[in-house]
């Protein structure tokens, strides 16, 4: 793939921006390249600025659920800012915001807005703790709830390739207020519980963990964290960051039927924009300052610019019947990797939910973190140098899922099975 200029980006990039990049897994470190720098997206497509074309499975790491620049979002967001680009005092779209979320997940019966996931997830531990009065939390290895301090142990997503998930500067005293236990192992959490439990403010969990690769639950594992969680007081609280209105209008809570205490939200629901939320049972909720003893808060919190633009994308979405559609495409690119993989005599395992999908380079059962790094990394990067020479962007990490948006068809996802085929030969 040409890459003059951004090679020269890339340079100059790394003389004043830490590592070149905004977030680390931008970096391509782990598929032993240089990023490209991008000119425009639109649809399914981005253009770097040497001019190279390629279909796009991330989708901005996951917002870009109408594909790149879509119309309606365009013009939500036009119309807003000549209104006023941030005013710090309340405006009409974070009513229509909250309720809209109210009304797709019911177990939010209150929620706030704030600019990103990590602050999502941030605030809704610190909320549990000022609900309940305890200090401790559980997450699970391998999942990834943005880089909170008390949650960047044992995370997945760029802390899992960046060598170190426990990043530094993360005091030890706070990691010891976290308990890491494996996925998909309810008999742990319930130990734990039986030794502990009158300590223990919050059960945190990814929906679905897709952030080291894409991992399911078994059957009524998260049934099983609900019913633990509730016997000890404890607040589950479910990161829907990357699922929540991506997988379902309500998300996985939907999909499983399941009823968390607090939720974090993000990416899609800010289409595009820095937005974060989170929200849940109103009993909790209403521990927030103004009205109770929980502190939080943010200037551009609720940002017309950032709701017009989550409010049309997620408008737009219901309007197409957006979920029906991704699930159709989804399992159309299922049928054909599966059948490139059984041709090729590959015993790959392919995950997907809906939009959402994995190929893991490993025949093992995808059940945890263990499972997920068994994959062969060298021949995920063989497979990733080739297919952006076959002019398709997935994530460049064998970890991190892939996205279908609704600018994808299925003419392209045929494009990209024949670029797949190709690559997988190149393993
Ligand atoms: C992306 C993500 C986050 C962090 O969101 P940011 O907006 O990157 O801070 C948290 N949790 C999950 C599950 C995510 O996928």
Redesign the pocket.
């Known amino acids: 793939m040409k890459n003059d200029i951004s090679s020269k980006l890339f340079k100059a990039a790394k003389e004043v921006i830490p590592g070149g990049v905004n977030s680390p897994v931008r970096a391509f470190k782990n598929v032993d390249g240089d990023p490209f720098f991008v000119r425009r997206a639109k649809g399914c497509r981005i253009e770097d600025v040497d001019g190279n074309q390629l279909i796009d499975y991330v989708g901005t ?2 917002p870009a659920i109408l594909g790149h620049a879509p119309q309606c979002v365009i013009d939500a967001v036009h119309e807003a800012a000549k209104e006023g680009v941030s005013f710090g005092i309340p405006n009409p779209f974070e009513v229509e915001m909250a309720r809209k979320i109210v009304q797709w997940l019911p177990s939010v019966e209150k929620v706030r807005m704030v600019n ?4 999502a ?1 941030m605030s809704a531990v610190r909320l549990a703790r000022g609900y309940t009065g305890r200090d401790k939390i559980i997450k699970f290895v391998g999942c ?4 909170v301090d008390s949650l960047l142990v044992a995370a997945g ?1 760029g802390a899992l390739t960046h060598g170190e998930p426990d990043s530094a500067g993360v005091p030890a005293s706070f990691a010891a207020e976290t308990i890491t236990l494996p996925y998909n192992d309810l008999e742990k959490v319930r130990a734990v519980f039986a030794e502990m439990g009158d300590q223990i403010a919050a059960v945190i969990v ?1 929906s679905y963990p ?2 080291a690769g894409l991992i399911f639950p078994k059957e009524g594992y998260l049934q099983g964290l609900r019913d633990v969680t509730s016997e000890y007081g404890a607040v589950f609280i479910f ?1 829907e ?2 699922t929540g209105f991506r997988v379902a209008r309500g998300g996985v809570q939907e999909l499983e039927g399941l009823m968390p205490d607090l939720t ?1 939200m ?2 899609v629901i800010g289409g595009g924009l820095p937005v ?1 939320a989170f929200g849940g049972k109103a009993e909790i909720m209403d521990y927030l300052a103004p009205d109770g003893p929980v502190y939080q808060a943010g200037t551009l919190s609720g940002n017309p610019l950032a709701m017009a633009a989550g409010l049309a994308q997620l408008h737009e979405m219901d309007k197409l019947d957006g979920y029906k559609r991704l699930d159709h495409l989804g399992a159309h690119l299922e049928a054909g990797v599966r059948s490139l993989l059984k041709a090729k005599g590959m015993d790959y395992r392919f995950n997907r939910v809906g939009s959402m999908f994995c190929l893991f380079f490993t025949g093992e059962e995808i059940v945890n973190l263990d499972s997920v790094m068994t994959a062969d990394t060298a021949a995920f990067r063989k497979y990733f140098t080739e297919m952006l020479e076959q002019g398709v962007y997935t994530a460049p990490s064998p970890y991190e899922t892939g996205f279908i948006s609704m600018a994808h068809s299925e003419s392209d996802i045929d494009t990209t099975l024949e670029s797949m085929e190709v690559a997988l030969g190149k393993v």
Do not use: C, F, L
């Open positions: 790491w996951g990103s996931g990590t602050e997830t990834y709830h943005g880089h997503s990814e897709a952030n990161d960051v990357m974090a993000g990416k974060g």
